[in-house]
């Protein structure tokens, strides 16, 4: 059996049967055949950041796309930070 996978949109529709029309989530997940948590998880979504709420396959939100792009600059940091550690112990022993 494969995993089901639903748009955005409609997400937004099932979200918006609960919240504006007032129907209830198990009324909700019966006639769309979607388990309870999964519309229940989808409010709580949508309810924390709506204009990003369900970005979709590929598509990152802007904090997590920063963070990882500042992930990648600690990791090059560390990587430039030892190289110079390394150096400066030989030149040290060199010295000497």
């Known amino acids: 059996m494969q995993r089901r996978k639903f748009s955005r949109e409609y997400k937004l529709e ?3 049967l609960i ?3 007032g129907v ?13 948590s999964v519309l229940r998880r989808w409010l709580r ?13 590929g598509q ?3 904090e997590q796309l920063e963070i990882s792009q500042l992930r990648r600059e600690v990791a090059k940091l560390k ?3 030892d190289i110079l550690k390394k150096a400066a112990a030989y030149f040290a022993r060199e010295a000497i």
């Open 24 to 36: 209830s989530v198990a009324q909700v997940s019966r006639d769309l055949d979607v388990v309870e």
């Open 79 to 81: 990587a430039e930070r």
């Open 14 to 16: 099932a979200v918006k």
């Open 60 to 62: 990152v939100k802007p």
């Open 19 to 21: 919240k504006e029309r």
């Open 45 to 57: 979504e949508e309810g924390t950041d709506p204009q990003q709420a369900f970005p979709g396959n």
